[in-house]
């Protein structure tokens, strides 16, 4: 069984910082680019911040020189440093992988999912 496990998310006051974390596990040959999303009550899923597997980022404007993430290749696992959280950064936080999945005898490439962690900054 492939998945993406979550883990980190949970009440904090403005300003305070959360650390999430995203391991994956199952028949994965390799991993590619990593990231977080995050989808607020009544708004569309948005991409907060990625990582290649080389190390490049990018980042939402809206976390620029708050977040960073980062991966440890060794562990198939990406983190999501997050400080000075504002009430706007409430949301439940997903983790995505571009995966090499083997399959019987095959592999290829799929999009996985983790199930979502929420985050609550509260005032």
């Known amino acids: 069984q492939v998945q993406l496990v979550e883990s980190g998310g949970g009440l904090v006051q403005a300003g305070g910082s959360l650390r999430l974390s995203c391991a994956a596990s199952?028949?994965?040959?390799?991993?590619?680019?990593m990231g977080w999303y995050r989808q607020a009550p009544g708004k569309q899923r948005e991409l907060v911040a990625a990582i290649t597997s080389g190390g490049s980022t990018n980042y939402a404007d809206s976390v620029k020189g708050r977040f960073t993430i980062s991966r440890d290749n060794s562990k198939n696992t990406v983190y999501l440093q997050m400080n000075s959280l504002k009430l706007e950064d409430t949301a439940v936080y997903y983790c995505?992988?571009?995966?090499?999945?083997?399959?019987?005898?095959?592999?290829?490439?799929?999009?996985?999912w983790g199930q979502g962690t929420q985050v609550t900054v509260s005032s």
């Open positions: 199952g028949s994965i040959s390799t991993i590619g680019a």
């Open positions: 995505n992988a571009e995966a090499l999945v083997v399959v019987s005898s095959t592999r290829m490439w799929s999009d996985l």
